[in-house]
């Protein structure tokens, strides 16, 4: 599904990305963890296709992000940390011009939009001005535009910050569902409790540089997730569990 491999990314004459490879396969609720820094923001649009890389390939659906940009973009979502939505717009406007750009059917997006603003208790406030939206609103707003033409690669960045714990249970089950019905999630996150209950498969990067990586239980072994973070942060060991 997705394919980061070699990955390098430089800010002049920073390496801020050293030789990242990962491997996300349809199923995989895949977190990727690490200290702020570290490099998860910037390979996540590098993914997405917002930052141009200077080394390695990244591939969705054995496509390349670099040759075959709208080919890659179709088959994903992207959720920043901080949506930047267009405030000028109701909720139903933003959802719907997204919908517009992904080509779905007025009667498809209908459903969907119903479907997700119900879950997410938006339906009464799509209505009014995103500029009058709380944080967790916007995301969850970002959340629904998202979800409108169901994405087979779920990206998220730190996706639960702002999000109360009705909606980040919501979002836990939408991952799930994207799982089940054969797609993939690949989220940062500092929330290690989430990572641990969530994810079959982890990474964990620091400055740059991929430190541990594979299925969960293989990589922790018999510790907590925060535990081993703290173990590799610390001595900087390399875990490879594929």
Do not use: W
């Not at 940062?188 to 991929?210: M, P, R, Y």
């Not at 239980?217 to 703290?230: H, I, P, Q, R």
Request: net charge negative; charged share 25%.
């Amino acid at each position: 599904m997705l394919e980061i491999k070699n990955f390098s990314k430089f800010y002049g004459d920073k390496k801020v990305v050293d030789n990242l490879s990962i491997s996300v396969q349809s199923g995989d609720i895949y977190g990727f963890i690490g200290a702020n820094g570290a490099g998860k923001t910037t390979t996540i649009k590098a993914v997405v296709g917002i930052h141009d890389f200077e080394g390695g390939s990244i591939t969705v659906g054995g496509h390349s992000i670099k040759s075959h940009p709208v080919i890659c973009k179709k088959m994903m979502a992207y959720i920043p940390d901080n949506p930047d939505l267009y405030e000028h717009l109701t909720g139903f406007q933003y959802i719907n011009f997204i919908a517009d750009l992904f080509e779905v059917s007025t009667e498809i997006r209908k459903e969907r939009i119903k479907k997700y603003s119900d879950l997410f208790e938006m339906t009464e406030h799509l209505s009014g001005l995103i500029s009058s939206y709380s944080h967790g609103m916007k995301q969850r707003t970002a959340i629904i535009s998202a979800l409108v033409h169901d994405p087979k690669l779920f990206i998220l960045d730190e996706p639960f910050v702002g999000l109360d714990p009705k909606a980040t249970f919501c979002l836990k089950r939408i991952m799930h569902e994207c799982v089940s019905n054969g797609g993939a999630v690949f989220f940062s996150t500092h929330v290690l409790e989430v990572a641990e209950k969530l994810c079959n498969k982890i990474a964990i990067i620091k400055n740059g540089k991929l430190i541990a990586s594979g299925n969960i239980g293989d990589v922790k072994g018999d510790k907590s997730l925060e535990a081993f973070f703290m173990e590799v942060e610390d001595n900087e060991k390399i875990v490879d569990t594929y």
